[in-house]
């Protein structure tokens, strides 16, 4: 979303939905994800989902990720334990001098063979180079090739394979995020790497998505701010949308790159973008930019909304509560306009087109669009504005999502 709200927005709407419904100031950091993540925010327990499945305790003797016989319990438990033998060390890449442990990244990743975590070194230009492999001994003393298949920062999926020939699984990678030549934070991120993806994890990023923007319109209802079923649905297609990368998009399996984000909602849950930042300051899982969220505050003050926007947008519930908060309102004064009216009753555009083409550029010219085009406005729109309304209808063609907010 790369916009501010004009001024023509800042009057507050009465208008509720029609009918025809029915029918990010980031500061200088790392480039740690696609071009959109940068006081570790967590959602409070009363707001995050218990997504995750009883866990055995029994450790078999060998385990298996993606489609075999690991599950999502399993998983995370791996992933979690993964993260405290990484935390466990005294700092980040603790054994390499101060003056470059800034310049390498700690990859965890299991051997599923001996159902043992191994820690990896990385230099960071290595892992940020797309194609780059390297021969490395882990932790244990285990030669691997380590290949990056996608550069991404945190996000980077890379495979592990030791001299037989066996799989690893990447777990977690420790990422020193620099600013200023100091390590500003410590990144624990688990990317979508090959041997990960599973029905379960696509599964899990789902519900966890699916719930999270059910508690949001839980929290505004509690406060008399009623919230569409229609509008959730189409905020938790948004929440992939926005994060669908256009290049790959128009090149790649278009069904495996939506999974790819849910799998991440499903790794990561409330870290979910936490580190992403777009060219224009857009940041987190709803990719809004600081001077939309500052008036979405000051027109719900009773939201109580966190006032620094970084910190508001790394944590789920906040962003998500002003995500929904921006859309409700933007809806109420697009639907005031007489030409969206128009070619809502014309069938010329429907509702999930205006909103989603309002959300990503610049809500207060739709309805010139609209009059100016009729029912070719979808030319007048930016370009990449036309390739997310594609983007979009695309993911509801091939990934539908559940109605029943």
């Known amino acids: ?117 191994h820690l990896i070194v990385v230099p960071k230009e290595t892992f ?26 945190v996000n980077t999926a890379v495979t592990v394979v030791d001299q037989s020939g066996r799989n690893f699984t990447p777990l977690l990678v420790q990422y020193p995020v620099e600013r200023g030549g100091r390590l500003a934070e410590t990144a624990y991120y688990t990317s979508v790497h090959p041997m990960l993806v599973s029905n379960d994890v696509v599964s899990a990023g789902q519900s966890y998505l699916h719930s999270m923007l059910d508690l949001s319109a839980k929290r505004l209802r509690a406060k008399n701010i009623m919230i569409s079923p229609q509008l959730v649905g189409m905020a938790e297609r948004l929440c992939i949308v926005e ?9 790649e399996n278009r069904k495996e790159l939506f999974n790819e984000i849910y799998s991440l909602y499903g790794l990561n849950e409330q870290n979910t973008y936490r580190y992403a930042v777009s060219t224009a300051g857009a940041g987190g899982i709803a990719q809004m930019i600081p001077a939309t969220y500052q008036t979405i505050r000051r027109l719900y003050p009773q939201m109580n909304l966190t006032p620094d926007f970084v910190t508001g947008m790394r944590n789920h519930s906040n962003a998500l509560d002003a995500m929904l908060l921006y859309m409700h309102y933007t809806w109420n004064e697009m639907s005031n306009s007489s030409d969206v009216q128009n070619a809502l009753n014309r069938g010329i555009a429907a509702p999930y087109e205006l909103m989603a083409a309002g959300y990503n550029s610049n809500p207060a010219k739709i309805p010139k669009y609209l009059r100016e085009g009729g029912s070719g406005w979808r030319s007048l729109i930016p370009h990449e504005t036309q390739l997310y309304l594609t983007i979009y209808k695309s993911l509801d063609t091939i990934s539908p999502i559940r109605q029943n907010h």
Do not use: C, W
């Open 1 to 117: 979303m790369k916009f501010r709200l004009t001024a023509s927005i800042f009057l507050l709407s009465t208008t509720v939905f029609t009918s025809a419904l029915a029918q990010t100031s980031s500061p200088n950091s790392d480039p740690i994800t696609r071009p959109r993540v940068v006081a570790n925010v967590r959602v409070k327990n009363e707001d995050r989902p218990d997504l995750r499945p009883t866990v055995a305790s029994n450790r078999p003797q060998t385990e298996s990720i993606g489609n075999r016989s690991l599950g999502m319990g399993r998983l995370r438990a791996r992933i979690d334990e993964a993260e405290r033998l990484l935390r466990s060390r005294t700092e980040p890449t603790a054994y390499l001098p101060k003056s470059t442990s800034l310049s390498y990244v700690t990859v965890a990743a299991l051997d599923p063979a001996q159902s043992r975590i």
């Open 128 to 153: 940020l180079k797309r194609g780059s492999m390297m021969s490395l001994s882990t932790s244990m003393g285990t030669p691997v090739t380590l290949r990056v298949l996608r550069a991404n920062g």
């Open 243 to 251: 994060h669908s990368d256009h290049t790959r998009f128009n090149s």
